[in-house]
């Protein structure tokens, strides 16, 4: 009986050890720690300055596999920064993708012939199907008299390469992309998507910028569809610097990426992440904020499609209040 009692002891004694230890891999309310991390440090990490901890986090996560997070909110507050030679590595990454293309031209011959299918679909504000042949979340987008209203930036250019130019429209209602099909007499969207701060960076690249704490490189395929991505934000409380690596995966078959930088990766289920300093984030997306500006420099006025628009005797027919200086 009593071999039993003891017996009985040491496994109520388990027990309670293992509830414990699980509670501690709930987040802590002053640190986001992964639990594997955290089973690992010294009883007194929560008294260390961040720094001091670093490269002990470091050595932990040797040891570990790719965390891996349901967005980039929940990255740990503790984040292992990437080494001089491996921001190298991805700002070469970042040089080879371009943050800018060329707004390519296409056929120039056809230009008059698309400009005017496009002005139709301005003047008498048709329906542009998805490709699926739903109609379009942006139908409204092409209302003259909201085009007038919000004066977005538009453009006029060889968007998916294929030849032919395209209406491009971005502004704080979304950033749409409209193909006029020659067959079907009728108007495709090419890519549409109602989130704010979105700018044309040239043939199939589009940029986003979400209050500057968050960033986006959009390079797209021929059919809309995003093929490449680049990734910029900045983490709060505790802040934190993080970039993307593009095709990481691949890159690492290939032998492009080191295996020892897997360590310092963070992974939200669609990219991987590493944490930069504040100089270092600030050189990296740099070539981002220059594409943007030089943007402005493609855009096109309303008054190019629709070349009355500035007669008071037509806007006065529509009620509408178009000035040239909104551009």
């Known amino acids: 009986m009593r071999v039993n009692r003891i017996k009985n002891a040491v496994v109520w004694s388990f027990l309670v050890f293992i509830a414990i230890y699980l509670l501690g891999c709930e987040k802590s309310s002053e640190f986001n720690i992964p639990c594997h991390v955290r089973a690992a440090l010294p009883e007194n990490y929560m008294a260390e300055p961040v720094s001091n901890l670093i490269g002990y986090v470091t050595d932990v996560r040797q040891k570990s596999d790719i965390e891996t997070y349901r967005h980039i909110d929940h990255f740990p507050d503790l984040m292992v920064f990437a080494e001089p030679e491996e921001v190298k590595l991805i700002q070469d990454i970042y040089n080879e993708i371009g943050f800018t293309a060329e ?31 739903e109609s379009s979340i942006m139908e409204d987008r092409y209302d003259l008299e909201e085009l007038v209203t919000n004066s977005p930036d538009m453009y006029f250019f060889d968007m998916d390469e294929d030849g032919a130019p395209e209406l491009c429209i971005a502004d704080t ?89 897997k360590r310092k990766l963070y992974y939200d289920g669609q990219n991987y992440f590493v944490r930069v300093t504040k100089e270092q984030y600030g050189d990296l997306i740099q070539g981002l904020h220059e594409a943007r500006e030089q943007a402005s420099q493609h855009t ?22 178009y000035k040239p200086e909104h551009r």
């Open 103 to 133: 707004y390519k031209e296409g056929n120039k011959e056809t230009y008059e012939f698309y400009r005017k299918k496009y002005e139709r679909l301005l003047r008498e504000g048709l329906i542009v199907y998805r490709k699926d042949g």
């Open 300 to 321: 096109v006025p309303l008054s190019y499609f629709i070349e009355d628009i500035e007669d008071e005797e037509y806007q006065s027919k529509y009620n509408l209040n």
């Open 173 to 261: 209602a979304g950033t749409f992309v409209c193909k006029y099909d020659p067959e079907t007499d009728g108007y495709v969207s090419w890519y549409d998507n109602i989130t704010s701060g979105g700018c044309i960076l040239g043939s199939r690249k589009i940029g986003y910028s979400h209050n500057d704490d968050e960033e986006y490189l959009n390079q797209m395929d021929e059919d809309g569809q995003i093929e490449i991505r680049i990734e910029y934000a900045a983490l709060m409380r505790p802040q934190r610097y993080i970039v993307s690596i593009p095709g990481y995966m691949e890159r690492l078959q290939k032998g492009q990426i080191p295996e020892s930088m």
